[in-house]
């Protein structure tokens, strides 16, 4: 199983971007997928989380602005992030809690994490 991060850039202070997060290989269930971000000299902190009945989870920072989705068809996951201030520079990753195929249980998987830099 391996989850790929991508949908980072640079943009303008207001703007938006929509990441991504795609699970391959032999999966059986997908539990929880999660966005975390780790500034520069910071802790990587939990962004959102979306569970399996599609509950979410958001940081202060994110409530509002950021929203957590997911397509179970396609395993994979979305945040889309709107009103981007210079604070939410980070690299974003995602995680996510995964049953393969032919394992008798969950493992957490992550990305690679993908670079989003909002100017000012």
């Known amino acids: 199983v391996q989850l790929q991060a991508f949908g980072g850039g640079l943009v303008q202070a207001g703007g938006f971007l929509r990441l991504s997060c795609a699970a391959s290989?032999?999966?059986?269930?997908?539990?929880?997928i999660n966005w975390y971000r780790q500034a520069p000299g910071k802790q990587r902190e939990l962004v959102a989380t979306i569970s399996s009945n599609d509950s979410t989870y958001y940081s202060d920072s994110a409530k509002g602005r950021f929203s957590i989705s997911r397509d179970n068809a396609k395993n994979t996951g979305y945040l889309q992030m709107n009103s981007l201030k210079p604070e939410d520079t980070a690299v974003y990753y995602c995680?996510?809690?995964?049953?393969?195929?032919?394992?008798?249980?969950?493992?957490?998987?992550w990305g690679q994490g993908t670079q989003v830099t909002v100017s000012s």
């Open positions: 995680s996510a809690d995964v049953w393969p195929m032919g394992r008798g249980g969950w493992y957490t998987y």
């Open positions: 290989g032999s999966i059986f269930r997908i539990h929880g």
